[in-house]
């Protein structure tokens, strides 16, 4: 139950697009469309923003957006904003029929 | 409102137990999967347990098999993770989780957690 491999940190302007990669196996990642991703500010707990690697939950900005291309996910977050700043974490269904996260990406808006 | 309530952390010895509760509520607690995740202090999120709506099916991570049990009460709206042999590794916050309805493995409602330190 190898931690799915995200860029530690990743940074961009205001109004710019960042995508955020979360690369698996054909165990996790690529074998299932079962990834999610979760915004986690300082001191808060996560919150779901994408489900089902494209599916955003009610109430989600649709700046989010998610996809993915064999066994890497990613996240585009587009017209970046300050409260945009957070970590992020992706994860998904594995073989073992257990849950991986992804080790969590800094996203910094500069 | 839905919520997730969780209590019995607190500082424990190396090698002894602890059982941390959650105590649900504004949902139909029967009808969904729930999970325990936890996060070290400055770490990420780490999936610790799920069981399903029924306590059938239950799967762990490879790091807290044999050691941790996860169980439900439906009838309380209370899920449990009962954990033995406790290691330093296994500070943590611990945070109790719902998982949506239909949706694989999407867990869309958080606790606020509960911190677990080990230490002598």
């Known amino acids: 139950q190898s931690a799915l491999t995200q860029p530690a940190s990743v940074s961009g302007s205001p109004g710019q697009s960042i995508t955020i990669s979360c690369t698996g196996t054909s165990s996790d990642v690529g074998g299932y469309n079962y990834v999610s991703w979760y915004q986690q500010h300082p001191g808060k707990v996560p919150k779901l923003m994408i489900y089902e690697v494209t599916n955003r939950p009610s109430g989600v900005s649709n700046r989010f957006s998610g996809s993915k291309s064999g066994n890497t996910a990613s996240l585009t977050v587009s017209g970046l904003q300050a409260e945009d700043e957070a970590d992020y974490y992706c994860s998904s269904y594995t073989r073992s029929a257990t849950l991986v996260f992804g080790g969590g990406t800094k996203l910094t808006v500069l | 409102e839905v919520r997730l309530v969780e209590s019995g952390g607190g500082l424990v010895q190396p090698g002894r137990s602890l059982r941390i509760s959650c105590a649900a509520s504004?949902?139909?607690?029967?009808?969904?999967?729930m999970h325990w995740v936890r996060q070290a202090p400055g770490k990420g999120l780490v999936w610790v347990s799920r069981i399903n709506e029924d306590g059938s099916s239950i799967s762990y991570a490879d790091s807290v098999k044999g050691r941790f049990t996860i169980s439900r009460d439906n009838a309380k709206t209370t899920l449990y993770l009962q954990m033995n042999s406790l290691r330093a590794e296994d500070t943590a916050v611990y945070y109790c989780?719902?998982?949506?309805?239909?949706?694989?493995?999407?867990?869309?409602?958080w606790g606020q957690g509960t911190m677990v330190t080990v230490s002598s």
């Open positions: 989780v719902k998982e949506a309805v239909a949706v694989h493995d999407a867990l869309d409602i």
């Open positions: 504004g949902f139909t607690f029967s009808s969904n999967w």
